[in-house]
């Protein structure tokens, strides 16, 4: 086994450091040392997206990050999400709107959902739907996904 | 958060689109998945799997892997002592079926791309996969057989030599006459339709967790049935059942491939009872493509009769079903399932289905979402609208003409089935008050003439769901070595809230939202205060799983009896309380009262308080409140629809959009419209996949090449529209609640439309007949060909005729499913 490396990193605004073997992913990081099995795998091959978490306030795929990579930054998943009890709007959006069944893509959808209306507020239903294009759900069809994403994009825009 | 709230002024909790009981934790991470799950001590598993489609194994030296640090056991078929090997569960009378031992490690052959050969289980999770690289396995190549059709002639090489024959069976289901049929009939249309073979592809794959300690068993499981899995297991590893717990917890989506045993949680199991300590397996995804269950692959010859005012006579289908090497657990059985819908929404006199299946050296195919009914909707709906067009008709009006009239049900089709209750010229009726058909004739023409191809098409469909009942599938019916009932407990708790317990096993269907609706009205009580429990083998009675769309009607109807018991029971203590007879007791506002004097009464929770503590209790009944169902209905259930789809394809690039996808639907009276339409939505989504881009590809050496979601490619939300829903609601008579099945029928009804909307914008370029999947290369070379152009190299196609049918009588030119290509 190679040298393992220290890594520190903010997750969820708790600042935590370990010793890690070079070659682990951040999603297993994030699962195995941590205990955030929020965050999923699904493909191995940065497809599906179930893996998704914000990575200094960019939606990344985790499963195609080095933890030793995310040494210094900011990750937020999916257990971060809501702030002091109350949902982000989007996880609203999901639960209002039938947005998931299986619930195994869901975190990683919300994730990328919530990336999305950080930078696009107000997006078409044309935007959500190329925004949305590197996650994967097989349950849904994705109709209450991008209803559910509008609707908190709205729900925001009116706040 | 609350998980539920009343809509204003509603009287009962049923036919509410309440959001999910389910949603809480999962849009939280708080989600219970087995991967999640860690047990102190725990080891993993990494499988070593054959690269070779069939190959002879000469050695296996695992010496290396072994002496790897942390690396506790390096395991080979010739380790292992089970006592039975994995079963196949269809012994279907009067049938032979050559049936291959399927051991979970391979012995001495290997005879598909992913086949296991070898377990390593150690301490870390990245290390036993570096140590499974240096298991070193000698291969000496033997013949491999890849084309279905190629397999049945004469001098193919054959996937088990002992057999002396690569077909797996050939089995008929049939009424009427079929020479009477050809010679009545005034026109006859042919066609060779592939079903190609997709992936199920769950995002999340199969995983277990095997934990065997004081002679006890406790299996962590991603299944959609964990009590078979328990009786299973307690057969192979020589273990009394009472031993064994299977627990499906949070399941992250089935599709059908998780109802299946497997290899991997009987390796699982058997190593943790070898070296004492807990084992992992978490399936990556290359093992799910290579080594989970594919689904379809069979190529339907089809031959429809019909005379020249529309009226079909005969239909005819002969099927070649690819069941690669082994079976699993219902592989040889799925294309019955075709055979039994074979009439579709149609009345036709004579009727005939065989199904012969085929040894190829693939991985198996079995159960995915339909399962048998999507092949046989495809072909029934393509060859309507094939027939309509040689009739010079419009198809609205042969299916017309065709459709089962409503005053008919309970309707007997000529194959001796009895369908429930429909309405399919009602569904076809709304269908139509969504899409304006003369509209979308103009405004085609109009387009066409600035070059741009738009078509529509229809699929007016029908399924069988809701197994159960046992006398028609068990052993005494077509065979499946089971009962196909559905059990419950509903515990009502002494401080008047409920548990309810359920053979089913949901994997993001919402049952426990649906199931508590059900109770909640029953009871007088709220959703909320209803927990469903499921998915676990120390819990709650024998059940048969979710598949098969059988949840609600079949564990949802016992749900609703059992909950009747309790509420018999409620009476008579109320009306042992209020000095009245218990037929005069009736729930109302949620309190068991005397008829008429509704001010006065016994909430639930003093019900079951009397009934616990034991106080004021009629004389000489037993104390609690709780009661048990095994619900085995009298029929099958029989859902039906009608969609709609408007295709737009680039003519230039062949490339298909889907402009507008509309659907009618019908499976009885809604429990939660929300529900229904979730589940619509991801079923329409699942057959655009196949329609349009997923294709399982093994090329001529037996080589899996779509062994990732980079080649395999799943529709995302960039490639679908928002869809267009609305319902009709025909109770079915079979059970109380008037229910029938959902989880399967946007993907039964989804294919047809999607293809004969894409032949439907290409008829003007001479293209009408078209195969999935509708990739932009197929699509292309396909007006390239019916424009007489010259063909140049399709690298999806190895040797096959570019034809892919003629009008007419007759389908020609070959396109099985390893042509064609979807790369």
Redesign the interface.
């Known amino acids: ?1 190679a040298t393992p490396v220290r890594v520190t990193m903010t997750v969820n605004g708790e600042q935590r450091t370990s010793e890690v ?1 070079p ?2 992913l951040l999603v ?1 990081y994030l ?2 040392h941590l205990g ?10 940065s ?2 997206g ?1 893996c998704t978490v914000h990575l200094n306030g960019d939606a990344v795929k985790s499963c195609t990050v080095l933890a030793a990579q995310a040494d210094g930054a900011e990750v937020k ?3 971060g ?2 702030s002091n009890g109350t ?1 982000h709007p989007v ?1 609203e959006g ?3 709107h ?1 947005g ?8 990683g959808m ?1 994730m990328a959902g919530a990336d999305l209306l950080a930078k696009n507020p107000d997006p078409s ?1 044309e935007e ?3 925004a ?16 559910a994403v509008m609707s908190a994009a709205k729900a925001e825009v009116r706040a | 958060m609350t998980a539920v709230e009343p809509a204003p002024g509603a009287e009962k909790w049923v036919g509410q689109a309440l959001r999910r009981k389910e949603d809480p934790r999962m849009i939280t991470g708080r989600g219970r998945y087995v991967d999640d799950q860690v047990v102190p001590g725990m080891l993993y598993m990494a499988v070593v799997r054959s690269p070779e489609a069939h190959a002879k194994i000469t050695s296996i030296d695992t010496s290396a892997a072994a002496g790897l640090p942390g690396v506790h056991g390096v395991f080979t078929a010739a380790d292992l002592d089970l006592a039975s090997p994995l079963p196949m569960a269809w012994v279907p009378p009067g049938v032979e079926i050559k049936t291959p031992e399927h051991w979970p490690l391979a012995k001495d052959e290997v005879k598909y791309v992913g086949q296991g050969v070898a377990v390593v289980v150690g301490e870390d999770k990245y290390a036993v996969v570096d140590a499974a690289e240096q298991v070193i396995v000698d291969y000496d190549p033997l013949p491999v057989v890849v084309d279905p059709e190629k397999a049945l002639e004469d001098g193919a090489n054959l996937v088990h030599p002992e057999f002396g024959t690569n077909q797996v069976h050939e089995w008929t289901i049939g009424g009427g006459d079929m020479d009477a049929a050809w010679a009545e009939s005034e026109v006859i249309v042919e066609r060779r339709i592939v079903n190609h073979r997709t992936a199920g592809a769950p995002i999340e794959p199969r995983v277990c967790i095997a934990d065997y300690r004081g002679d006890q068993l406790t299996l962590h499981l991603t299944s959609q049935n964990p009590h078979l899995i328990r009786l299973f297991m307690a057969g192979e590893l020589e273990m009394s059942e009472d031993r064994i717990r299977v627990i499906a917890p949070d399941v992250g989506g089935g599709f059908g491939v998780k109802i299946s045993h497997f290899p991997e949680e009987l390796l699982a199991a058997w190593i943790s009872r070898k070296v004492g300590r807990a084992v992992k397996w978490t399936e990556t995804r290359t093992e799910h493509m290579s080594s989970t269950i594919h689904g379809r692959d069979q190529i339907d010859y089809v031959k429809v009769g019909a005379k020249r005012d529309g009226t079909i006579v005969g239909l005819d289908c002969t099927a070649i079903c690819d069941f690669g090497a082994y079976f699993t657990l219902l592989t040889p059985f799925i294309p019955s399932f075709t055979g039994f819908v074979i009439s579709g929404c149609y009345k036709i006199p004579n009727l005939n289905f065989t199904a012969r299946g085929v040894f190829t050296n693939k991985m198996a195919t079995d159960a995915t979402r339909g399962a048998g009914r999507p092949e046989a909707t495809h072909l029934i709906e393509m060859m309507i609208e094939q027939l309509a067009h040689e009739l010079g008709m419009d198809s609205l009006e042969v299916r017309r003409k065709n459709f089962i009239p409503k005053e008919d049900f309970p309707a007997e089709v000529a194959i001796g089935i009895v369908y429930d209750s429909g309405d399919y010229h009602g569904s076809l009726d709304k269908l139509l008050t969504h899409v304006d058909l003369d509209a979308f004739r103009r405004e085609q023409e109009e387009l066409r003439a600035k070059g741009v191809y738009r078509g529509i098409g229809f699929s007016t469909w029908m399924e069988i769901c809701g197994l159960a009942p046992s006398r028609a599938v068990g052993p005494a019916g077509v065979g499946l070595q089971a009962g196909f009932y559905e059990s419950s407990t509903v515990r009502v708790h002494a401080s008047g809230s409920a548990t309810v317990y359920s053979g089913t096993a949901p994997h993001g269907q919402g049952l426990d939202t649906a199931f508590a609706q059900i109770v909640a009205d029953q009871l007088g009580i709220t959703p909320d205060m209803v927990d469903v429990m499921h998915g676990d083998t120390g819990t709650g009675p024998f059940g048969l799983g979710t598949y098969g769309s059988r949840s609600l009607a079949v564990g949802g109807e016992s749900i609703a009896r059992s909950t009747g018991k309790l509420v018999d029971k409620a009476k008579q203590i109320a009306a042992h309380n209020l000095e009245a007879a218990p037929e005069d007791i009736e729930l109302v506002d949620g309190k068991f009262s005397v008829k008429g004097s509704p001010d006065k009464g016994l909430t639930l929770a003093e019900v079951a308080g009397a009934a616990y503590v034991t106080m004021d209790m009629p004389d000489g009944m037993e104390p609690g409140l709780e009661a048990s169902t095994f619900y085995d209905p009298e029929n099958f259930v029989f859902p039906f629809g009608a969609h709609a789809c408007i295709t737009e394809v680039d003519v230039e690039t062949g490339k298909v959009d889907i402009v507008r996808y509309v659907a009618v639907d019908d499976c009885g009276p809604a429990i939660n419209p929300k529900l229904i339409d979730g589940q619509i939505h991801g079923g329409i989504t699942h057959g655009v996949g196949q329609a349009l881009y997923e294709r399982i590809h093994y090329d001529d050496d037996g080589q899996l090449v779509t062994g990732t979601f980079v080649d395999y490619a799943l529709p995302s939300a960039a490639d679908v529209p928002s869809y267009e829903t609305d319902r009709t609601e025909t109770p079915s008579p079979v059970n109380s609640l008037g229910v029938k099945g959902v989880g399967e029928a946007g993907t039964i009804a989804a294919t047809p439309a999607i293809v004969n909307s894409v032949i439907d914008a290409l008829r003007p370029l001479g293209v009408d007949f078209l195969n999935m999947p509708l990739s932009p290369q197929h699509v292309w070379s396909q007006i390239e060909l019916a424009q007489g152009r010259g063909a140049p190299g399709d690298p999806g196609k190895q040797g096959g005729s570019w034809g892919e049918h003629g009008s007419g009588s007759a389908g020609s030119g070959p396109t099985s499913p390893s042509e064609g290509g979807a790369l």
């Open positions: 086994m073997e070659r682990l297993h699962r195995d955030l099995t929020g965050t999923h795998v699904g493909c191995d091959t497809n599906c179930a998943t999916i257990e999400l809501a949902l996880q999901f639960w209002e039938h998931l069944q299986c619930g195994y893509c869901t975190p919300i239903e959500v739907r190329e949305l294009a590197g996650n994967l759900c097989r349950c849904t069809g994705y109709h209450n996904i991008v209803k």
